[in-house]
């Protein structure tokens, strides 16, 4: 096995794996995007057959002939990893795959907090179709969430957002609930007569699971329009948010001191977007110290930038990598289809 002084960035979630090579000064050699390779969602041997295909993609691409290489330092930020004994086992078998000689594991939202600060300190939320929070402090203490989806009571992502706009219009239309223009925007949407028949339809199979988030354009136009239930729905999930950062800056033991709260998904893509805008509203109230970030970056920035801070990189060497890793610098290896999403 070859040697290189080189850090492999990795960042997979349920959807796409990137890989990065990044030399000791920041430049970027190669990056690539395969398939989603979350060890929770696929199992680890999957995930890791995936990791280490995207992995030699990246080596290929950086013209490096003889492999398989071991880089200085792998960071690798992965989906589904809530738990230290999940972070240790994928650990050890990564390790024992020698991809790098040293290896560091962690959820794929540190790789959104490290991209936002380039330090890794602060609480990340990412709100997209799913929904997950981490946080860290310099001393590397850190805060998580079992993110089990009903079990462990998450709500104030896509998904839950809309299915509770379906349930609130089926509600109105039967006289449970308050009158809202959802319930004629949701029916339209998917040509049925009414929100009863686009619930039945997801019931029945006949409309994929998945299509419950093209609902939640509907929800941000209607409270556009002043819409109460839509307002409501919108708020709700910008308090359970807020829930989110206050629980880590808890369980971290942050006080009065200001720090980065950063944002990242496909819900949280700018300033002035409703989420963010709520978000801010509610966290003003109850915890002004919180600094909101809207992070862009893809997660592999960060993971970039966790490899440079561990050889103790010099600032023109983050610069360098923040400039040059983005979307357009991914070549899409494996049958990956995910590139230039928003929030990906």
Not at 20 to 35: S, Y
Not at 61 to 71: G, I, K, S
Not at 224 to 247: F, I, K, M, N, P
Not at 260 to 265: E, F, H, I, K, Y
Request: net charge negative; with cysteine.
């Amino acid at each position: 096995m070859s040697e290189e002084r080189a850090i492999l960035a990795v960042a997979g979630d349920n959807t796409k794996t990137d890989v990065a090579i990044v030399d000791p000064d920041g430049t970027l050699r190669a990056a690539v995007r395969g398939p989603g390779a979350s060890p929770d969602l696929l199992g680890l041997e999957t995930s890791l057959h995936r990791l280490g295909a995207a992995i030699d993609q990246a080596w290929r691409a950086a013209h490096v002939a003889a492999r398989p290489v071991r880089a200085a330092i792998g960071v690798y930020f992965l989906a589904g990893l809530n738990s230290p004994a999940a972070e240790a086992r994928v650990s050890q078998a990564i390790e024992a795959r020698g991809w790098s000689a040293a290896v560091q594991v962690a959820n794929d939202v540190f790789g959104s907090l490290w991209a936002a600060n380039g330090k890794g300190e602060g609480v990340a939320v990412f709100i997209g179709a799913g929904i997950n929070c981490v946080g860290r402090l310099k001393s590397d203490a850190r805060a998580r969430f079992a993110c089990l989806g009903p079990l462990s009571g998450d709500s104030g992502d896509g998904h839950s957002l809309g299915t509770a706009a379906i349930a609130a219009a089926v509600r109105a239309e039967d006289g449970r609930g308050p009158q809202t223009a959802l319930g004629r925007s949701i029916a339209l949407y998917f040509g049925r007569a009414t929100a009863g028949e686009v619930a039945l339809a997801l019931h029945d199979g006949e409309i994929p699971d998945d299509h419950v988030l093209e609902v939640v354009p509907l929800v941000i136009n209607a409270a556009a329009l002043h819409d109460e239930v839509a307002e409501g729905l919108l708020d709700a999930q910008a308090e359970e948010v807020g829930r989110y950062v206050v629980a880590a800056a808890g369980q971290l033991g942050i006080g009065s001191e200001p720090f980065d709260t950063v944002l990242s998904g496909s819900m949280a893509g700018g300033e002035d977007w409703p989420t963010v805008t709520r978000i801010r509203r509610s966290l003003a109230d109850a915890m002004p110290q919180a600094r909101i970030v809207i992070s862009t970056a893809l997660p592999v920035v960060g993971a970039a930038l966790a490899g440079l801070a561990f050889i103790a990189a010099d600032d023109a060497a983050r610069v360098r990598i923040r400039t040059s890793l983005n979307a357009r610098a991914l070549q899409v290896v494996g049958g990956s289809a995910y590139l230039n999403l928003p929030g990906q």
